[in-house]
């Protein structure tokens, strides 16, 4: 699927923010809240629907307020809004 969002990418692993998404994922896998990580891969890796598109923008939306509400410094989101930050 193709559009001005998603670009030519058959993936959102393709995808640029895809570096984000995993770094999330991570931060999962270390609080040990990996219960749903798997199905977090999976959906990263699945042919690009609108459904699919759709989920992973609800969490990527989710991921991004947690980033600005963050004002502690010692927060690892903060290093991930910079580099987030960085890309645009």
């Given at each position: ?5 998603t670009?030519?990418y058959?993936?959102?692993?393709e995808h ?11 931060f999962?896998?270390k609080?040990?809240l ?10 990263a ?15 990527m939306?989710a991921l ?5 509400e963050?004002?502690d410094?010692?927060n690892?989101?903060?290093e ?9």
């Amino acid at each position: 699927m193709t559009n001005k969002i998603t670009g030519n990418y058959s993936t959102f692993a393709e995808h640029p923010m895809a570096a984000t998404y995993f770094k999330y994922i991570d931060f999962l896998i270390k609080d040990d809240l990996n219960k749903d990580t798997q199905h977090l891969i999976d959906i990263a890796h699945a042919p690009m629907t609108t459904k699919i598109r759709n989920e992973i923008a609800g969490i990527m939306s989710a991921l991004f307020r947690i980033m600005d509400e963050s004002s502690d410094q010692t927060n690892e989101f903060i290093e991930l809004g910079k580099q987030v930050d960085s890309v645009h």
